[in-house]
């Protein structure tokens, strides 16, 4: 079992930046690739970035490719995603998740979920 807990989000200015960050208890973290998705109202669940169990690997959407950075410190258990140059379509719950299989895009090979953080863009 990994327990994810996700902090960071708020409103901010359209431009601005926020960081994420993903604390994650239980089982041994770097054992798990790690992964950030977002969900707008009405929209489903979409795929932001991941990053491999060392963190040497590490991938995005194409909608932010260049402004949002992911990285992990396994020593503090702790995944994070650095958002720069946010735009009001980046408006959404933000979630962190853990894959005990490969580094994916697709949500449902992630194993572990937390709850959610709210970052809203406003124009």
């Known amino acids: 079992q990994v327990q994810l807990v996700e902090s960071g989000g708020g409103l901010v200015q359209a431009g601005g930046s926020l960081r994420l960050s993903c604390a994650a208890s239980?089982?041994?973290?770097?054992?798990?690739?790690m992964g950030w998705f977002r969900q707008a109202p009405g929209k489903e669940r979409e795929f932001v970035a991941a990053i491999s169990r060392s963190g040497g690997s590490t991938f995005y959407a194409n909608s932010v490719k260049g402004r949002f950075t992911i990285s992990r410190d396994n020593a503090k258990n702790t995944v994070y995603l650095q958002m720069n140059s946010l735009k009001p379509e980046d408006t959404a719950v933000y979630y962190c998740?853990?894959?005990?299989?490969?580094?994916?895009?697709?949500?449902?090979?992630?194993?572990?979920w937390g709850q959610g953080t709210q970052v809203t863009v406003s124009s």
């Open positions: 239980g089982r041994t973290f770097s054992s798990y690739n």
């Open positions: 998740a853990a894959s005990y299989q490969g580094v994916s895009s697709f949500h449902g090979e992630y194993d572990y």
